[in-house]
């Protein structure tokens, strides 16, 4: 069974850095593309950012030049580095996988999510 399991949620102030870290365990065969979206009270859930298993990158119009994705394949393990905070970046964080599992199947997975809260 694979688990996708985040760290490194909380809170900051408005202008202030997180990261996040998420990392898939169990039976791997293949990580394709892997992910970032969060989702705020009330609103959505939206995309904050992928990156391909080739390392090319995407990112929402609200998060381009302040977050970066990376990952580390050897880890099976992506990263979002989140600078310049903003209030409306508070939401849960959900770290996503589109990997191939042991039944020989692309599927989606998803973590628990992590909450980042930004004050101003």
């Known amino acids: 069974q694979v688990q996708l399991v985040e760290s490194g949620g909380g809170s900051v102030q408005a202008g202030g850095s997180l990261r996040l870290s998420c990392r898939a365990s169990?039976?791997?065969?293949?990580?394709?593309?892997m992910g970032w979206y969060r989702q705020a009270p009330g609103k959505q859930r939206e995309l904050v950012t992928i990156?391909?298993?080739?390392?090319?990158?995407s990112y929402g119009d609200s998060v381009k030049g302040r977050f970066t994705i990376s990952r580390d394949n050897a880890k099976n393990s992506v990263f979002l580095q989140m600078n310049s905070l903003k209030p409306e970046d508070t939401a849960v964080y959900y770290c996503?996988?589109?990997?191939?599992?042991?039944?020989?199947?692309?599927?989606?997975?998803w973590g628990q999510g992590t909450q980042v809260t930004v004050s101003s």
């Open positions: 996503n996988a589109n990997l191939l599992d042991s039944r020989l199947r692309s599927t989606d997975y």
């Open positions: 169990g039976i791997i065969l293949v990580i394709n593309d």
């Open positions: 990156i391909t298993s080739g390392g090319r990158t």
